[in-house]
């Protein structure tokens, strides 16, 4: 069965820095376009980052350009979201998505995703 299941939420400070991890089962993650998404309470599930199979495509939010980087370890079949310099606005649930196309503009909606984890909350909060 194919899966995905984050982990890394917690509770940080402003200006803190968080690294949450999405492991895969029952696929090999460097087949697939994955990426990062989250919903704050009240808000629409948005694309956060978004990266190609290969790597060479990258997409991140406006909100969130700068401050946070994707990546992938291939040996752990697992992408991370790391984020820096948080705020009280990046509180929300993080969810790991693959997609069903290639490339990086996909995350711009949910529309191409065809497998979510369960997600993970972050709170940014003093």
């Known amino acids: 069965q194919e899966q995905l299941e984050e982990s890394g939420g917690a509770l940080v400070q402003p200006g803190g820095s968080l690294r949450l991890a999405c492991a895969a089962s029952g696929f090999s993650l460097d087949h697939y376009a994955m990426g990062w998404y989250r919903q704050a309470p009240g808000k629409e599930r948005e694309g956060v980052s978004c990266r190609s199979s290969s790597g060479v495509y990258t997409f991140y939010s406006d909100s969130v350009k700068g401050r946070f980087t994707i990546s992938r370890d291939n040996a752990k079949n697992t992408i991370y979201l790391q984020m820096n310099s948080l705020n009280p606005e990046d509180t929300a649930v993080y969810y790991c998505?693959?997609?069903?196309?290639?490339?990086?503009?996909?995350?711009?909606?949910?529309?191409?995703?065809?497998?979510w984890g369960q997600g993970t909350l972050v709170t940014v909060s003093s």
């Open positions: 998505a693959r997609s069903r196309v290639e490339g990086s503009s996909w995350c711009t909606s949910s529309e191409y995703v065809e497998l």
